[in-house]
């Protein structure tokens, strides 16, 4: 949703983009993980140079099992 030099946001539901969900005692986690995608165009003449190192962030929320009421609230339809 909005970056900066050092920040991003990302913002999407606890069911969505491959958001896992296990439990861990009284704690309910929800991973998901964000990863660069290196593409390599191919081109004539010269070779091309990747300097990015790929990467893979994990990105976990947990939350109480015993408050997860506020969790599934529905939407107002």
């Known amino acids: ?42 081109l004539v003449g010269d070779p091309v140079i990747q300097r990015d190192t790929p990467y893979r962030l994990t990105l976990q929320c947990r939350y109480p099992a015993s408050d997860s009421r506020n969790l599934f609230s529905s939407p107002h339809v």
Do not use: K, W
């Open 1 to 42: 949703m909005e970056t900066d030099s050092a920040r991003a946001l990302f913002v999407f539901d606890v069911g969505a983009c491959g958001t896992t969900l296990t439990t861990e005692g009284d704690l309910l986690i929800y991973e998901n993980q964000v990863r660069n995608h290196q593409e390599f165009l191919p």
